[in-house]
């Protein structure tokens, strides 16, 4: 349901920050027949997904032994009962029972759409910060525009909730 993060290392140089995307706006602002098109359907996961929406680079090692999983794509947030979009391309592989070209098309048209226009907030991180979101609705990802080698831990807890459920026609 939400995560926390505490920043224990930070990279020397500027960067490291960490984006948030509000993924109900991005429900908000999508085409009502694209809305329409992606109640009920749900994008399948895979921890090494391939690479498959470049650039992103697709993860490697022992999550590589995780069990492949499927989400809805809209959801209806388990407290505050709104609609919300559901992706995250770096596991992504497609959206089930479509094909697999035209899934992934509308799955990267969705990321850019909430890139461009949906609310954001990027948080430069300071040590020791704590930041707490609720996964139910923002997506984030870090910015990964420090040096390479440079450290960046933080101690994540998740907090566990409901089951996401699907959003209904």
């Given at each position: 349901m939400a995560t926390v993060l505490h920043a224990r290392e930070l990279?020397?140089?500027?960067?490291?920050?960490?984006?948030?995307?509000?993924?109900?706006?991005?429900?908000?602002?999508?085409?009502?027949?694209?809305?329409?098109?992606?109640?009920?359907?749900?994008?399948?996961?895979?921890?090494?997904?391939?690479?498959?929406?470049?650039?992103?680079?697709?993860?490697?090692?022992?999550?590589?032994?995780?069990?492949?999983?499927?989400?809805?794509?809209?959801?209806?947030?388990?407290?505050?009962?709104?609609?919300?979009?559901?992706?995250?391309?770096?596991?992504?592989?497609?959206?089930?029972?479509?094909?697999?070209?035209?899934?992934?098309?509308?799955l990267q048209a969705i990321q850019d759409l909430a890139e461009k226009h949906a609310p954001r907030y990027a948080h430069a991180w300071r040590p020791h910060d704590v930041l707490m979101w609720d996964n139910a609705s923002v997506q984030h990802k870090a910015s990964g525009d420090f040096p390479v080698g440079e450290p960046r831990r933080f101690w994540r807890f998740m907090i566990a909730g409901p089951k996401p459920e699907a959003a209904r026609e």
């Open positions: 990279p020397s140089g500027p960067g490291g920050a960490t984006q948030f995307i509000d993924m109900r706006a991005t429900f908000q602002i999508l085409d009502p027949q694209v809305r329409d098109r992606l109640v009920g359907r749900e994008c399948a996961y895979r921890y090494n997904n391939g690479g498959v929406f470049p650039p992103r680079v697709a993860a490697e090692g022992e999550g590589e032994a995780l069990v492949d999983v499927r989400h809805p794509i809209v959801r209806v947030h388990p407290i505050a009962g709104t609609i919300s979009i559901f992706i995250d391309l770096d596991r992504a592989t497609h959206i089930v029972d479509v094909p697999v070209e035209e899934g992934r098309a509308q």
